[in-house]
């Protein structure tokens, strides 16, 4: 079996190459920004927008279409004028916003002790200190 460049199989890599896509699409700052704000029902564009500070009315657009081609958000849009648009979570993004949730409530319980953790390293770095590598 042939191997890659990092001694993984060949067939071993081109299975992992997607999951790695789509980790890095769920786990990319907006898209779990989106996830977390679509989890309580319906949402719309202009609510998204409020509720994600920093995003750009593009970078919304082309998460949500990721997100939708991923088959994580159903985009609904309704006939009016002007026309409705809601995104909603998929079932599979529900099961992914549990994981979410947990990580989310792992960084909040730990935020404290990570960032006493840096202070402690970038000191002991500032020393030159050999014990940080």
Sequence with gaps: MPHSHT????????????????LDHV??????GILIAAAHGPVRF???????????RRMLTLNLRRLE???????????TV???VEYSLTLMARELYASLTGLVGW???HRSAVSQ????????AEQGSDAVW
Excluded at 70 to 79: I, K, M, N, S, W
Aim: glycine content about 8%; overall charge negative; proline content about 9%.
């Design 46 to 56: 202009t609510e998204l927008e409020r509720t994600i500070n920093g995003i750009s």
């Design 82 to 84: 002007p026309p409705k």
């Design 117 to 124: 953790a840096r202070v402690a390293y970038d000191a002991a």
């Design 69 to 79: 081609r991923d088959g994580l958000l159903v985009r609904t849009v309704y006939p």
């Design 7 to 22: 001694g993984v199989p060949g067939a071993v890599m081109d299975e992992a190459c997607p999951v790695t896509e789509v």
């Design 107 to 109: 960084a909040e319980r």
């Design 27 to 32: 786990s990319g700052k907006w898209s779990i």
